[in-house]
């Protein structure tokens, strides 16, 4: 049984999808990040940068003592090596997957996560910023795009990697993109937006999670610093 520490979130998405896809067992503990609760005591013992997803894998593999970890990027591959599933073996395609894996987690989700912000939350809409990230955003979509113009997914098979980046995706016009502008890219999204598993996890999602958030929702969120550690 794994325990997932989550909230509705691209990051959070990313972990729920792995979980659906290879069947494995799980339970959700939600983790409001809107009210603090990344905070507590008992999540900053497993997630010490306060920051969801996170998990506890009570069975590991070596059959030792469960085994927490936080980072999206991280558990993905933790739970793709644990059971064998959506990373190859082969030295050249696991290399494919993991290129892809953390250009999402380097470069995808930080660029529209900040797109996000300045376009959606930011109670001042500063236009450099917002160009910035936008523009930003669009390059990666073209990268995407470019990169999937002669191959079904990232790399090779469904991966892990395409699990990261989807989530992503998904807010495109939230984020100023248009995805019939990058036709292959549009295609890849189609395909996976339509895996019964992917479907599943985005048809629980908490109604709140397109709400518009409160000045105390905001400061919670980005009013941190080392004090809130």
């Known amino acids: 049984m794994i325990d997932l520490y989550h909230w509705p979130t691209p990051n959070g998405h990313k972990i729920t999808i792995f979980l659906e896809e290879a069947g494995l067992a799980y339970r959700i503990h939600p983790v409001d990040i809107g009210k603090g609760a990344q905070f507590k005591p008992e999540f900053l013992a497993i997630s010490p940068n306060n920051r969801i997803p996170a998990i506890v894998d009570n069975a590991p593999a070596d059959g030792g003592k469960p085994v927490s970890l936080f980072e999206s990027g991280a558990i993905l591959l933790y739970l793709a090596e644990k059971t064998g599933l959506f990373l190859p073996k082969d030295l050249r395609g696991r290399a494919e997957v993991l290129q892809w ?17 300045f376009n959606i939350y930011a109670p001042e809409k500063i236009p450099y910023a917002i160009d910035r990230y936008v523009k930003e955003t669009n390059r990666l979509y073209g990268v995407l ?21 989807y989530p992503w995706i998904v807010p495109h016009e939230r984020h100023g993109q248009i995805l019939a502008d990058f036709p292959h890219l549009l295609r890849w999204f189609k395909a996976i937006g339509a895996r019964p598993a ?21 400061r919670v969120l980005f009013g941190q610093t080392a004090a809130a550690i």
């Open 198 to 218: 992917v479907r599943k996890v985005y048809a629980a999602v908490e109604p709140s999670y397109s709400k518009p958030i409160t000045d105390e929702e905001r």
């Open 101 to 117: 894996l953390f250009w999402q987690v380097g470069g995808l989700g930080p660029m529209a996560g900040q797109n996000g912000h």
């Open 145 to 165: 795009d470019k990169r999937l113009a002669d191959r079904e997914f990232l790399a090779g098979d469904y991966s892990i990697a395409d699990m990261a980046a």
